[in-house]
């Protein structure tokens, strides 16, 4: 399977070189040429098979020029029981909200216990992999934008990971004191860490940036070092997310919650667009879905964007309490509008730079129709956010974390809006323990804790009696060992300095 830049069908790459090069050379994103289709007697096999055998099987499909041991030995290493504590990373728990059941997929039990380890805990597996392929003896610098989540996760993948080096860069007021602090105290001796005076789009486009300046690309080529991208733009990072949702269904298959062949809703938080990216990839491959919901927060640029066809970032930016959604410019769009337009790179191009000079773009009607035919946009502000909290908890002594919440919360209003009850997987991307402050004040009746955040866990989990992940439990008595703050200019030579490079 061969894949091509969404601004470019010209430029052709394998699945390994789409890995290691993380965005193609004219700032298109690369996207498979085609889809595996699974069909029905495919699923059939699925059902017996566990998390890593799924895995096993979609990946064999993309990555054509990965061996079958290869594929096997990234996978066994990637979704152990020791990281995600137990044989399945992906639980599914069944809730009723409202009434209405939320088949709630659970993708936070790894490392950092956000949903980015699905996919983080097996990229650089993947990465060193396409490196040997692709680049000989070159060491791949990873550049990260994030905006909490995200730079945890890589930071926890790539670290003391032979031949890589890892910089993430956080928005100063962005992330929430937990994020911070579990990136701040990041172990390793190929990490660093920077916040930067911006929100994540600043860094986003930053990273962007710097990842297409020649000069600084040949500058790390004369060190024998290359840059490579763990953001959800990096095909390796999307593609281990069409693995869970073919999981769930087949979970719900087994659970008889569903006949196999019967369609389900989609319902994802979505920020860069890459989660509910990959729920519809597994779709193109033929997974049964109805409609794709589209959960923001205030920063519901998706929302007008399904609504109208218009997609509009000059607007106010809110930094809200799901902070991982905190985002203006959705890069993974992008592909989905190739996808739609037909793979049309000349039409994508033509929206994204509408996007960079004006900020704005509107797709043709035709695009505009399908994007509404298999897709919901809707929004959920703060208050309401911490309302279906608190509701979740009282109706089904549940606990969920912000962004969860949103998704629960445009969810109960699509239900409303359409009587659409078609059993519904809903993604559920953190543990709530990483947002405590916002999860506490929610269920401790709108009373905002005056306490220091390990406090407020502690408090959390004596409210709720709800476990408190180890990994966010051990951070507790660790060092800071990053403070660097820059501005977005100096992002660049920042990157130099980190790596000892003039
Ligand atoms: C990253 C993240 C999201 C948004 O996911 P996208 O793939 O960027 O749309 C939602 N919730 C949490 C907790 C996240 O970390």
Redesign the pocket.
Known sequence: MLYNSTENKQEVVSASQAIAQGISKDGGLFVPQEFPRYSADTFKELLSLDYKGVAKKVFSDFLTDFSDSEINECVEKAYTSEKFGSDNPAPISYKKYNGNGVNILEL?HGPTC???DMALQILPHLLTKSLKKTNDGKDAVILVAT????GK?ALEGFKDVEHTKIIVFYPMDGVSPMQKHQMNTQEGSNVRVCAIEGNFDDAQTGVKKIFTTPEISAKLNDNNMMFSSAN?INWGRLLP?IVYYIFAYCELVNDGKINLGDKINVV???????????SYYAYCMGLPVNKFICASNSNNVLTDFINTGVYDKNRKFYTTI?P??D?LV?S?LERLLYKLSGDDDKVTKSWMDALKSEGKYAVSDEVKEKIKSEFYGGFCDDDKTKATIANMFKEENYLC????A?AIAVYDDYVKETGDKTPSVL?S??SPY??SKSVLTAVNDGNEPEMSEFDMVDKLNELTDVDIPKPLSSLKDKKSRFSDVVKVDEMPQFVLNSLGVE
């Open positions: 936070w956000a949903f980015k905006s909490g989540d995200t996760a959800s997310q994802v938080p979505t920020g860069n667009f890459g989660n509910i990216l990959a799901s991982s959604m985002i959705s993974n974390d912000t962004h969860t949103v993604a991307t953190a990483k947002f």
